[in-house]
């Protein structure tokens, strides 16, 4: 698969046909065979949407979003910008699709830590070798009445998912996974059934491409470290949100 970015930069034209489509089904149709012959085999749009208001049609491929015209003569890598609203159009749009519904995911793969009251939510995604990890387990050690899910997701380093898996057996996963990432203390060698693939399945499915990836109760997502003042406007928000 050939880099959308090394193709042509931040916004490209590419010109591939002629043949005038009617209507979105036709157009989603077509797309298929036009990402193959662009990007090579494995390319597959997940969805196809019309943009009404710039007769254009939106694709997307997995998280990342290019346009083309109802004629498929065109593909636009880049960023759509409403001058007068003064909006990114295309990331706004990525940040809705990149949401995820809390309920929706398999809280019991996850270390579940539950402090204070536990009411509000917070889910993340985290590698035992992950430094911006520890960094956002420090900041969560001030934060009170929140109940913290972790999937352990080992994508970093060859002994990460060594590491996942002797937490995951550990009498108690959430005490062995703080002392890892507030004291540096290995986790100590263990042996059980553990989610370890399904739980990589999950992140590759959701997109995660790096660690700590933080989703929150009104199914916003943040990629990277939070302090607490930000995390806990961010818990507040999604707490306060009808998801």
Not at 52 to 70: C, S
Not at 194 to 213: F, S
């Amino acid at each position: 698969m050939k880099p959308f970015k090394a193709l042509v930069g931040s916004l490209a034209a590419l010109c591939i046909a002629q043949a005038t489509l009617a209507g979105e089904a036709e157009v989603r149709k077509a797309v298929g065979p036009m990402l193959t012959e662009l990007f090579g085999p494995g390319v597959k749009a997940d969805a196809v949407r019309r943009l009404g208001a710039l007769d254009l049609y939106e694709i997307q491929v997995g998280g990342e979003l290019l346009y083309t015209d109802e004629k498929l003569s065109y593909v636009i890598n880049g960023d759509v910008i409403d001058v007068k609203a003064k909006k990114n159009l295309t990331e706004e749009r990525k940040q809705k699709l990149s949401q995820v519904k809390i309920t929706d995911l398999p809280l019991e793969l996850a270390v579940k830590q539950v402090k204070g009251n536990g009411k509000r939510v917070l889910v993340t995604f985290e590698d035992p070798n992950c430094t911006y990890c520890r960094k956002l387990a420090k900041e969560l050690q001030g934060i009170n009445n929140v109940t913290i899910h972790t999937f352990l997701f080992p994508i970093l380093s060859p002994d990460s998912t060594e590491k996942s898996k002797n937490i995951w057996c550990a009498p108690d996963r959430a005490k062995a996974w703080n002392a890892l990432m507030l004291e540096g203390r290995q986790p100590a060698a263990a042996s059980c059934d553990h989610p370890t693939d399904k739980v990589v399945a999950l992140g590759r499915k959701l997109n995660v491409r790096g660690t700590p990836v933080l989703i929150f109760a009104d199914g916003s997502r943040t990629p990277g470290y939070m302090p607490a003042a930000q995390l806990e406007k961010a818990l507040d928000r999604g707490s306060a949100s009808p998801n």
